[in-house]
C-alpha cells in the first residue's frame, strides 16, 4: 500500500486505486492484526474483527455462538429484510458494535468463504 497526498492506495486487478479504508496491520495483544477486515473466530462467536478505537485496538466478536443449528444464509431476501427491520440496520454506524458488522455482513461475505453477499444490510 501507497501514500500518496493523504489517500491511500492499493492494488486492485493490476491498478493502483484510492482506498476508502485503507487496512492497516495493527498490534492486539503482542500479535499483529488487521484492521476492519472480518474474520472467521475460535472464540465465543463465528466471526471476529478487530477495529481502531482512539488510540487502541478493540476486538469486536459478532454473529451466532459457535456450535448454533443455524448457519449464516445471507441470499434469502425475506430474511434479510426481516433481520434488517428487527436490528434496526440502517441506524448502525458505530464500527466498534457487533450489531454494525453483523448488519454489513454480507459486503464481506466473500472474504468469510460465505456464499452470495453483496453492498447491501442483511
Not at 492506495?9 to 476492519?36: I, R, S, W
Amino acid at each position: 500500500m501507497k501514500t500518496f497526498k493523504e489517500k491511500h492506495f492499493g492494488l486492485y486487478e493490476g491498478k493502483m486505486v484510492p482506498l476508502e479504508q485503507p487496512m492497516v496491520e495493527a498490534e492486539y495483544q503482542g500479535k499483529n492484526v488487521e484492521l476492519n477486515s472480518p474474520k472467521r473466530s475460535d472464540g465465543p462467536k463465528k466471526f471476529v474483527v478487530y477495529v481502531k478505537d482512539g488510540d487502541k485496538v478493540k476486538k469486536v466478536n459478532f454473529g451466532n455462538i459457535i456450535g448454533a443449528k443455524d448457519d449464516v444464509k445471507i441470499n434469502d431476501k425475506d430474511r434479510a429484510k426481516a433481520f434488517s427491520d428487527r436490528h434496526n440496520c440502517p441506524a448502525k454506524k458505530d464500527k466498534l458494535s457487533p450489531g454494525y458488522w453483523s448488519c454489513n455482513l454480507p459486503r464481506y461475505a466473500k472474504q468469510l468463504g460465505l456464499t452470495g453477499g453483496g453492498n447491501y444490510f442483511w
